[in-house]
């Protein structure tokens, strides 16, 4: 049971992309879910947390006031739109699922996420 991640690819600095994390083996509207990116040499970090209902969210500092994490439970995908992206946005991002309805913060509660999927690469480049 996996969710994929999609709409990646090659973006010029300040441009913008949108991500989908889609479920088709599940209904994502119970569960928080969260977005995650790894750049090269550099450990997976939680970028941004959804509630199940939509009506609460959290963003890293690194990308607080330039992307932002929606949701349409009707059909079952949480969006990830990225504007005035930086080459430091590089990455393969990632969507997973909380076993909670609820987003909270640590290690403890990252180390929850489940339903991983193989991620979509993010170039920012000219």
């Known amino acids: 049971v996996q969710l994929q991640a999609s709409g990646g690819g090659l973006v010029q600095p300040g441009g913008s992309l949108r991500l989908s994390c889609a479920a088709s083996?599940?209904?994502?509207?119970?569960?928080?879910i969260g977005w995650f990116r790894q750049a090269p040499g550099r450990e997976r970090a939680r970028i941004s947390c959804?509630?199940?209902?939509?009506?609460?969210?959290t963003y890293s500092d690194s990308v607080k006031g330039r992307f932002t994490v929606s949701r349409d439970n009707d059909k079952n995908t949480v969006y990830l739109q990225m504007n005035s992206l930086k080459a430091e946005d590089t990455a393969v991002y990632y969507c997973?699922?909380?076993?909670?309805?609820?987003?909270?913060?640590?290690?403890?509660?990252?180390?929850?996420?489940?339903?991983w999927g193989q991620g979509t690469q993010v170039t920012v480049s000219s």
């Open positions: 083996e599940f209904s994502l509207e119970y569960y928080a």
């Open positions: 997973a699922r909380a076993p909670w309805s609820t987003c909270s913060y640590g290690d403890s509660y990252n180390a929850e996420f489940n339903s």
């Open positions: 959804i509630n199940s209902s939509g009506g609460s969210i």
